[in-house]
């Protein structure tokens, strides 16, 4: 028996696989965006919404859920390109499984991917799929202390979208506490409080999303 | 089901490293894991223990776990402190200004193998 120091984090072969992935998706010019929350948070209609309201833009869309096919069928009815991928019980995404749902995407030029990460706010922050921006939902309903029992996640993503703020009458959620709490952890994300119900908030939600993809394209860095 | 995960991840990398070293048995695993990982250890083990078994390399491998302990440090006033016990609010000086030093680590130490 020989002893060997190996030193490695248990995830450093998917850091290597997810940082790899995402090279390979900049020379192509195709911006990832790794989209977490709860489930029921609102995902599926906000990637409909920006899918109307960005019709410059075109979008495909990984859709990972443990089971079922429902969230895709809504996504195609929109004229998005739409993969289904089921993760067989595993509760989250990583690079491995990134990159082949990727491979079963037809190539249509599509510039932004939505990966749709598996509903849950703890096990996919701690696992980087090769996606070029974190961008996480949180929605009104769930309450605004969730930073507080979440932080990794908030910690993590580049952008907090809070959805469904027509419901802000019926809850008592406080938009600037939240966005608060979420800014002690992570003092650089951005806030987008949005309805995708009235379209409030949405154009601005949008814009950053062109610009980033904008910067994403002229070769800036993750954190541009 | 995370815990799987984990041991899955884990799995790749010990297969890359028997590659590179040509090893075909491999007979102890030490895994360092930060107090606040969000690694639960029993279930760790159970998921390890379960897995092993199928993967011919790892069938006798002992898996020791050596805990990594979380320090806080405090921008405000440039002290450490015990995660566990005060959490993000600096005990010192009161501040929220304060990183996790160490202790979501997850590490492949070292490994004993032939």
Redesign the interface.
Same mark, same amino acid.
């Given at each position: 028996?020989?002893?060997?120091? @190996?030193?490695?984090? @248990?995830?450093?072969?998917?850091d290597r696989d997810a940082a790899l992935l995402r090279e390979e998706l900049r020379a192509k010019g195709q911006l990832m965006v790794n989209l977490m929350s709860a489930p029921g948070s609102g995902k599926t209609t906000l990637l409909s919404r920006l899918i109307k309201d960005m019709p410059e833009v075109k979008i495909a869309v990984m859709e990972a859920d443990i089971e079922s096919a429902v969230d895709a069928e809504r996504i195609e009815a929109l004229g998005a390109q739409a993969v289904q991928v089921h993760t067989d019980?595993?509760?989250?995404m990583?690079a491995g499984m990134t990159r082949a749902s990727l491979e079963a995407l037809e190539d249509d030029g599509a510039k932004l991917i939505f990966l749709e990460n598996v509903g849950n706010l703890?096990?996919p922050a /701690?696992?980087d799929t090769g996606a070029g921006l974190d961008m996480m939902i949180l929605s009104v309903p769930e309450g605004d202390d969730k930073p507080l029992k979440y932080? =990794?996640m908030f910690e993590k993503s580049n952008a907090l979208v809070i959805t469904k703020t027509d419901a802000l009458p019926y809850f008592r959620f406080d938009v600037e506490l939240c966005a608060a709490r979420a800014r002690?952890l992570n003092p650089a994300i951005r806030v987008f409080p949005v309805s995708a119900k009235t379209g409030d908030g949405m154009a601005e939600l949008e814009d950053w999303l062109r610009g980033k993809l904008a910067a994403w394209q002229a070769g800036a860095a993750k954190e541009a | 089901?995370?815990e799987m995960?984990?041991v899955l991840?884990?799995a790749?990398?010990l297969d /890359?490293?028997a590659e590179q070293?040509q =090893?075909t048995k491999i007979?102890r695993v030490t =895994?360092q894991v930060g107090e606040v990982s969000?690694i639960m250890t029993d279930l760790f083990t159970d998921a390890w223990d379960y897995f092993k078994k199928k993967h011919p390399m790892l069938t006798e491998c002992e898996l020791v776990l050596e805990t990594i302990p979380a320090v806080t440090w405090c921008d405000n006033c440039k002290k450490t402190y015990e995660t566990v016990k005060y959490g993000?609010t600096c005990p010192h000086c009161g501040s929220?200004e304060t990183w996790l030093l160490q202790g979501n /680590?997850?590490?492949?130490?070292?490994?004993?193998?032939?």
């Open positions: 028996m020989k002893i060997i120091n @190996v030193g490695a984090s @248990v995830t450093a072969s998917n019980g595993m509760c989250h990583d703890i096990c /701690e696992y932080p =990794l002690k | 089901m995370h995960g984990i991840h884990m790749k990398t /890359e490293t070293n =090893l007979g =895994l969000g993000k929220g /680590e997850c590490i492949i130490k070292e490994i004993e193998a032939e």
